[in-house]
């Protein structure tokens, strides 16, 4: 195995949940064939699902493009399970032809597609069990010899957090009629979804160490929340709540109360004592959402206890002090409301020690398909699908040329109403975006956020692969970089890959045919 030091596998593992979530188990083994293949002659993966007499075995997840069946059953005869006695421990056979001139095997037609008939060595490493039936991973290559002990130990280090991901979908598996399992991200794997929000997680990372006040900037469904959800993931405080607070949603005068607490009796109908948002996210985060539209006098308070640390309740004397972390956030233009005086220019200053700009969705279009996706395998489990529908590529077109005014929020509202209309419709089973126009609007064109050539529209038949797409992207950065492949502001930082994955992905482009 080639050197892997940069390779982390906590990194990888968060990788692999996001593409699992967001598009299934074959999409999460494409991008973890690609991570490997610089440093082990891998050629296919696929994920199986052995009972425990080893009689059959399904086939769950492959990377070959080629059909397959998807199940083989022995029906009394010899099992169709490589060594089966051995599948609960790791496995490397370097040479695969003294298992290829089976007679039971090769007399069976559904048989001949075994991957172990066409490779010429094998890694199989067990991930866990079910019911006494294994979950097992095959690494296979055409290269006799082709993996050892220290690949085995790798991959496994590799997969172990990303085997957790599968245990609890997995342990009390259906065999038939399984729903689509449901889409619950954490606020970073929210960012890593998207490739157009890399730069915003660059700068979550960053800051999230540090207690700076974070000033949160963007148009309304922009993603604001997931940002201070990444930030508080990303932090020391993690183990300690947070607290979200809607600052435009709590009336002006009741929100001294909501954030600082109240004694008994400080005003009508305050029966007993009670602690405000700021004690209680006491030694966490407390996220202050729509920042500017809180009131002028509730703007000097909070400034006092940003400056002392100190907070005292509504018509109390008593002073506590509190250890908070503080994320803001706003869609509008605060430095435009503190020129007209209706917010605070030392309270924005305060508040701005660190800010993040969100991109719209209308710059970063290429969120858009893995959006659209991710938000399709969420709904069809909350309306028990039992199946995923398709997403025909002219109905994607149609999303690329809406302004989305409303942003992420938007779009998912778009693709829900697309599922309820094929739920309760008789349809095709495909997809249909109705997207609804806004007054005063106009079509956007092909943009990104970065300054990139925009992509040319084109025919449904003629659109780029997503690994075209991808090319384009790492030659631009190329460009961007001057050629500079490793170190500061090179194409393996900005792109965040290894560079022998960077090599090898310029290789295979370098001998495609012109």
């Given amino acids: 195995m080639k050197n892997n030091s940069l390779l982390k596998p906590e990194t990888v593992a968060l990788s692999l949940r996001v593409m699992y979530r967001m598009g299934g188990l074959r999409n999460a083994l494409v991008y973890l064939l690609d991570i490997i293949k610089p440093m082990m002659p891998v050629a296919r993966i696929n994920t199986i699902f052995a009972y425990s007499d080893a009689s059959t075995v399904i086939s769950v997840a492959d990377t070959s493009t080629v059909s397959v069946s998807n199940k083989y059953s022995s029906g009394g005869r ?40 066409h490779f010429r060595s094998l890694l199989r490493l067990p991930l866990f069990s079910s019911r006494g039936n294994t979950f097992l991973i095959n690494f296979w290559s055409d290269e006799k010899d082709g993996f050892n002990s220290g690949d085995a130990a790798f991959l496994r280090e590799l997969l172990d957090p990303f085997v957790d991901e599968l245990r609890g979908n997995f342990l009390d598996i259906a065999l038939e009629g399984a729903r689509p399992s449901p889409q619950t991200l954490s606020g970073m794997e929210k960012l890593a979804l998207c490739p157009g929000m890399m730069k915003v997680r660059q700068l979550v990372e960053s800051v999230a160490r540090c207690d700076s006040t974070v000033l949160i900037l963007g148009e309304t469904g922009v993603g604001k929340e ?32 909501e954030l600082f607490g109240h004694e008994k009796g400080a005003f009508t109908g305050a029966s007993a004592s009670r602690p405000g948002y700021f004690e209680m996210a006491d030694g966490g985060t407390l996220f202050l959402d729509e920042i500017g539209e809180m009131s002028p006098e509730s703007q000097v308070r909070l400034l006092r206890v940003l400056d002392s640390g100190v907070v005292r309740r509504v ?9 908070v972390r503080i994320i803001a956030a706003t869609h509008e233009d605060l430095p435009d409301k503190v020129m007209d005086g209706r917010f605070r220019l030392d309270l924005w200053y305060r508040l701005s020690v660190f800010p993040i700009r969100i991109p719209p969705l209308r710059e970063r279009i290429g969120d858009i398909p893995v959006l659209v996706r991710h938000f399709v395998r969420s709904k069809a489990h909350k309306l028990g699908l ?21 942003n992420v929020r938007e779009l998912e509202h778009v693709v829900e109403r697309a599922m309820i209309t094929r739920h309760v419709g008789a349809d095709d089973g495909r997809l249909h975006f109705d997207v609804m126009p806004v007054p005063g609007s106009a079509s956007v064109p092909f943009t990104t956020g970065d300054g990139l050539p925009a992509l040319h529209l084109r025919r449904p038949e003629e659109w780029p692969t997503l690994r075209e797409v991808e090319d384009r992207y790492i030659r631009e950065v190329l460009k961007h970089c001057g050629g500079k492949l490793t170190g500061a502001n090179s194409a393996t930082s900005i792109l965040d890959i290894h560079y022998s994955t960077l090599r090898s992905r310029l290789r295979a482009e370098e001998e495609q045919p012109s």
């Fill in 226 to 257: 997931s940002v201070a959800e990444a930030l508080h993931q990303c932090s020391s405080r993690r183990e300690r709540p947070v607290i979200k607070v809607n600052c435009g949603a709590i009336p002006g005068d009741l929100i001294d109360s």
């Fill in 386 to 406: 039992a199946t995923l529908p398709d997403i025909p590529e002219e109905e994607l077109l149609k999303l690329f040329h809406h302004s989305w005014p409303g």
């Fill in 315 to 323: 018509g109390g004397v008593r002073e506590f002090r509190v250890d």
């Fill in 78 to 117: 010899s099992r169709p399970l490589l060594l089966s006695g051995r599948a609960g421990e790791t496995l490397i056979i370097g040479d695969l032809s003294p298992y290829q001139n089976d007679p039971g095997v090769l007399s069976e037609p559904s048989w001949r597609d075994m991957p172990y008939l």
